[in-house]
């Protein structure tokens, strides 16, 4: 076997609508929750169908779907990444001061903006992944590491400081509305049809499902589980990284206290409530992508409805349990 991508009719012969809609089908609980969570904020929640609402919704559930994009991949292998929050603080330090204080001109300073950062965390996903496949470290305490050092080494590149800035051209990503449509939503829909592909479409997507369902089989059978598990890790330090910057570019700032703080939770919640089993061996993208909606809608409806931010958290962490507790049941069945 080879580590190579290959079109999608080399991987499975099956038609690419009927494997959506095979997809769909596999989380059907999922999106009736989410039907369910519309259906009552419609009826009960002022105002929930405005344009204003929409976007405001979408905007914040971007980067947990961007994200969780990369955490889908990670948990498909059987492995898990704390570090994503650490690594979105790693990279909303950086680009500012790229584009703030290089010296740079404007246009190259931006674009380097963009593309540093989200490399510099794709190098710490795959110190993640040699951790991991070096080392031979526990995932979770691989990438444990990262989440403690990497919101220390955010905060030492900018002594604690908060940075703000206004640069219209950088906060696009974060502030752009093409034909009206937030620019992180298009970004995120882009990221998603990407992870689709790779995990539909492609060896390397196979490879994934391999490792996570039987590593050591996998390996026999010729699959490069080293390799695979370090682009995993890189690929989802390299979205953390994008994520970091939709966040600075919204805020206009850029504090490491606060950038991605909790999104690993985020993150894993939503692969969980998507059907991901958490032992490795399936990929449901489509299934994050409802399971962030998810959280977001209860997080926004319980916020409408008065309760305080703090207990939004115990509720994401209750649906965790929840979830987890469902797919062992499932897989007793």
């Known amino acids: 076997m080879s580590g190579q991508l290959v079109p999608a009719t080399s991987v499975r012969g099956q038609n690419g609508w009927q494997d959506l809609l095979a997809d769909l089908k596999q989380v059907r609980a999922s999106l009736l929750i989410l039907a369910a969570l519309l259906i009552f904020n419609a ?184 390799r695979v598990k370090l682009l995993v890790y890189s690929f989802s330090g390299l979205l953390a990284g994008v994520a970091g910057l939709i966040v600075i570019a919204i805020n206009r700032s850029s504090d490491a206290n606060q950038v991605g703080q909790n999104m690993e939770l985020d993150a894993i919640a939503a692969v969980a409530v998507g059907g991901t089993l958490l032992s490795g061996g399936r990929a449901q993208v489509l299934g994050t992508v409802c399971g962030a909606l998810i959280i977001q809608l209860i997080r926004y409806t319980l916020l409408a409805k008065g309760v305080p931010d703090a207990a939004a958290l115990v509720v994401k962490a209750a649906i965790i349990v929840a979830a987890v507790a469902l797919q062992q049941r499932r897989r007793r069945e």
């Open 43 to 226: 009826l009960l929640t002022p105002n929930f169908l405005s344009v204003q609402t929409l976007n405001v919704n979408l905007t914040q559930v971007a980067t947990i779907i961007i994200v969780a994009m990369g955490m889908t991949l990670v948990i498909a292998t059987g492995g898990v990444d704390l570090s994503v929050g650490s690594l979105m603080a790693i990279s909303g330090v950086l680009a500012p001061l790229i584009f703030l204080n290089a010296g740079l001109p404007g246009g190259v300073g931006v674009a380097l903006a963009f593309v540093v950062p989200v490399l510099v965390t794709a190098g710490f996903g795959l110190l993640n992944g040699v951790f991991i496949t070096r080392l031979r470290l526990q995932p979770i305490v691989a990438t444990l590491v990262l989440y403690i050092a990497g919101r220390g080494i955010a905060q030492v590149i900018t002594n604690g400081q908060l940075q703000s800035f206004d640069n219209p051209a950088f906060g696009y990503i974060g502030l752009g509305r093409p034909l009206g449509i937030p620019f992180q939503v298009l970004l995120m829909l882009v990221i998603v049809a990407i992870t689709y592909w790779l995990v539909k479409r492609t060896v390397f997507g196979r490879f994934v499902l391999a490792v996570g369902g039987n590593e050591t089989a996998a390996r026999l059978a010729g699959v490069p589980t080293a």
